[in-house]
C-alpha cells in the first residue's frame, strides 16, 4: 500500500486499495457487511461482482485523472478478466515480490502498531489462510499478465 501510494503521487495516478474499499464495505451493519467481514476473516477471495462493482464506483467518481493503480487486485484470473470486461483493459500489472516471512513480519507489526483497529484479519490465523490462498489463487494471475506482455 505504502508503495503504490508513492508511486501513484509520483506517476499522476489515481490509486485504489481493493482491500481498503472492502474493509470500508465491510462495516456495513448488514448481509454484505458480515460476509464480507466473515470471508476477510477465513482468508477467502470475496466474489468478483462485489469487488469489482466498489472499483467502479471508485473509478467513475474520479475526475483528475484516467489512469489507475488498483493494489491488491486482481486476486484472481476471472476477476481480472471480468475487470477489463465490464470496466476497462489492463495495461500493465506491477509485482511486487517479498519472503513470506518478511511479509508476515511487517503484517503483524502493522496490526501491534493499531492495536487491531485498522484490520481484523492481522493475525497469525488470518494470515495463514490469506498466503494460502495468495499461493493457489493470486499467483496464476501473474503469469497470465506476463504471457500478455503486462
Given amino acids: 500500500g505504502t508503495l503504490c501510494e508513492g508511486l501513484s503521487e509520483k506517476c499522476g495516478f489515481a490509486h485504489y486499495s481493493a482491500g481498503d474499499l472492502l474493509r470500508q464495505a465491510a462495516k456495513a451493519e448488514n448481509d454484505q457487511g458480515k460476509m464480507l467481514r466473515d470471508m476477510m476473516a477465513e482468508g477467502k477471495i470475496v466474489p468478483s461482482h462485489i469487488t469489482i462493482g466498489l472499483l467502479k464506483e471508485a473509478i467513475e467518481n474520479t475526475t483528475e485523472t484516467n489512469t489507475f493503480l488498483i493494489d491488491g487486485f486482481p486476486r484472481s484470473i476471472e476477476q481480472g478478466e471480468e475487470f477489463e470486461e465490464t470496466i476497462t483493459k489492463c495495461r500493465f500489472v506491477i509485482f511486487l515480490e517479498a519472503a513470506q ?3 508476515q513480519e511487517r503484517i503483524l507489526q502493522r ?3 493499531t492495536s487491531g483497529d485498522v484490520r481484523n484479519d ?4 488470518s494470515l495463514k489462510k ?9 499467483f496464476p494471475v ?3 499478465y506476463m504471457k500478455q506482455d503486462k
Avoid: L, P, V
Avoid at 492481522?122 to 490465523?125: A, G, K, L, V, Y
Avoid at 490469506?130 to 493470486?138: A, I, L, S, V
Fill in 101 to 103: 516471512d518478511i511479509m
Fill in 111 to 113: 496490526a501491534a502498531e
Fill in 130 to 138: 490469506r498466503f494460502k490462498t495468495h499461493y493457489e489463487t493470486c
Fill in 142 to 144: 501473474i503469469g497470465h
Fill in 122 to 125: 492481522d493475525n497469525i490465523e
